[in-house]
């Protein structure tokens, strides 16, 4: 089992930048595929990013390619998202998920999950 614990939300202008870490306890964390989902407010939770447990295969959502990238470091436990050039349709509630399955786009595809940290972009 992983506990997840994101950070490094908060208010942006559009255009800014920020990184979001998630970091994760115990002591097999190099073997989950890693996920950001984001859920703004009256939506359904969606998919944003993922990264293979070696982290050499990413994915991203079509929205944000090319603006976010994932990243991990197997050895600190903890998994990225740099976004940059935010968008106010960006703002939502950005949450961190793993599982020991393979890389998925759904939410369903995930067993484990952060309390989520809120992103806010401002026009």
């Known amino acids: 089992q992983v506990q997840l614990v994101e950070s490094g939300g908060g208010l942006v202008q559009a255009g800014g930048s920020l990184r979001l870490s998630c970091a994760a306890s115990?002591?097999?964390?190099?073997?989950?595929?890693m996920a950001w989902f984001r859920q703004a407010p009256g939506k359904e939770r969606e998919f944003v990013a993922a990264?293979?447990?070696?982290?050499?295969?990413?994915y991203y959502a079509d929205s944000v390619k090319g603006r976010f990238t994932i990243s991990r470091d197997n050895a600190k436990n903890t998994v990225y998202l740099r976004m940059n050039s935010l968008k106010p349709e960006d703002t939502a509630v950005y949450y961190c998920a793993a599982t020991l399955r393979v890389v998925a786009v759904t939410v369903e595809g995930y067993d484990y999950w952060g309390q989520g940290t809120q992103v806010t972009v401002s026009s």
């Open positions: 115990g002591r097999t964390f190099s073997s989950y595929t």
């Open positions: 990264i293979s447990w070696r982290g050499d295969s990413t």
